[in-house]
């Protein structure tokens, strides 16, 4: 069998719901926000990143079923991996998902996308993945444009899923009106809404933390995620290593005020980054509610 086939699958021990991203949209806080709910069950690794090959796709479906092991009688059950809209770089992620999990319901979490795209040319120079400046980087390389398109990578799903399957919510909305934002996933996913948790008044970016760090040590943290067995919960013994280098170090202030100074926008830039995406943001539209200001682009 191969490992994406939807056959022996038991529905009780697979998602009810994915965020399937954007990258750099506040995924992160959303996951806790949603894990934090008493009626839904997440698993501790926030990324699991089994639909997309070249992620965890070959560890097979037994894997992907034991992490939702502990769901007991959970409403939801769910993961977030935003390498799941991350097309053309990973690609048939919607169709592994509507294979294995046709019933599921997807949240997208999307951003204004040339600040998207600031974000994340900022975190691959932090990472020493990105040396270019930002007016050649973001223009010639093609994955900063792409993971911002959401309209693009949107289409891919509806053409395996049906559109009440699907929700789209802004990371403006999540930030700026975070109990009505979450209040509309809670009742997306079939949860109680006014089961608010605390955790709803806390923010969890982790932005100014990964500026902070070596690349190898986030290298090493990438590649103990996926290859280690998850018993040994490796993503968080290393989690711990950098509190504690940061503690006795005190990193990451001169390194985060480089990145920002060096990622400027330029309105000269931005102005030929809004003319790339303003087809796709007027694409995005039929997605979004009545009020969606298309972010001064399209």
């Given at each position: 069998?191969?490992?994406?086939?939807?056959?022996?699958?038991?529905?009780?021990?697979?998602?009810?719901?994915?965020?399937?991203?954007?990258?750099k949209?506040?995924?992160t806080?959303?996951?806790?926000?949603l894990?934090n709910?008493?009626q839904?069950?997440?698993?501790?690794?926030?990324?699991?990143?089994?639909?997309?090959e070249?992620?965890?796709?070959?560890?097979?479906?037994?894997?992907?079923?034991?992490?939702?092991?502990?769901?007991?009688d959970?409403?939801?059950?769910?993961?977030?991996?935003?390498?799941?809209?991350?097309?053309?770089?990973?690609?048939?992620?919607?169709?592994?998902?509507?294979?294995?999990?046709?019933d599921?319901?997807?949240?997208?979490?999307?951003r204004?996308?040339?600040?998207?795209?600031?974000?994340?040319y900022?975190?691959?120079?932090?990472?020493?993945?990105?040396?270019?400046?930002?007016?050649?980087?973001?223009?010639?390389n093609?994955?900063?444009l792409?993971?911002?398109?959401?309209?693009?990578?949107?289409?891919?799903y509806?053409?395996?899923?049906p559109?009440?399957?699907?929700?789209?919510?802004?990371?403006e909305?999540?930030?700026?009106?975070?109990?009505v934002?979450?209040?509309e996933?809670?009742?997306?996913?079939?949860?109680?809404p006014s089961?608010?948790?605390?955790a709803l008044?806390?923010?969890?970016?982790?932005?100014?933390?990964r500026?902070?760090?070596?690349?190898?040590?986030?290298?090493?943290?990438?590649?103990?995620?996926?290859?280690?067995?998850?018993?040994?919960r490796?993503?968080?013994?290393?989690?711990?290593?950098?509190?504690?280098?940061?503690?006795?170090?005190?990193?990451?202030?001169?390194a985060s005020?480089t990145?920002?100074?060096?990622?400027?926008?330029?309105?000269?830039?931005?102005?030929?980054?809004?003319?790339?995406?303003?087809?796709?943001?007027?694409r995005?539209?039929?997605?979004?509610?009545?009020?969606?200001?298309?972010?001064?682009?399209?």
């Open positions: 069998m191969r490992p994406g086939d939807a056959a022996d699958v038991t529905p009780r021990d697979l998602p009810t719901f994915i965020v399937i991203g954007a990258m949209a506040g995924t806080s959303l996951y806790h926000y894990r709910h008493e839904i069950f997440m698993p501790k690794i926030k990324e699991l990143d089994f639909f997309a070249g992620g965890n796709w070959s560890r097979g479906m037994d894997w992907y079923r034991q992490q939702f092991h502990g769901a007991g959970a409403v939801a059950r769910g993961e977030a991996s935003t390498l799941y809209t991350k097309y053309p770089q990973y690609d048939g992620v919607p169709e592994r998902i509507a294979a294995a999990l046709p599921v319901r997807l949240v997208y979490l999307v204004d996308p040339i600040v998207r795209m600031r974000s994340h900022e975190h691959r120079v932090a990472l020493g993945a990105e040396t270019a400046p930002p007016e050649i980087a973001l223009l010639e093609p994955i900063y792409a993971y911002s398109q959401y309209a693009m990578q949107l289409e891919r509806a053409a395996h899923f559109r009440e399957q699907l929700l789209v919510v802004t990371s909305g999540l930030r700026h009106d975070r109990a934002t979450v209040r996933v809670y009742e997306f996913l079939g949860v109680d089961l608010s948790p605390p008044e806390t923010e969890f970016y982790k932005t100014s933390q500026r902070s760090y070596p690349p190898i040590v986030w290298s090493a943290r990438r590649f103990l995620k996926r290859h280690v067995p998850q018993a040994k490796a993503k968080e013994v290393v989690d711990s290593m950098l509190e504690r280098r940061a503690a006795s170090s005190g990193a990451g202030s001169a005020g990145a920002s100074a060096d990622t400027v926008i330029t309105p000269e830039l931005r102005a030929r980054l809004a003319e790339l995406l303003r087809d796709d943001v007027a995005l539209r039929p997605y979004m509610s009545p009020g969606f200001d298309g972010w001064g682009i399209g």
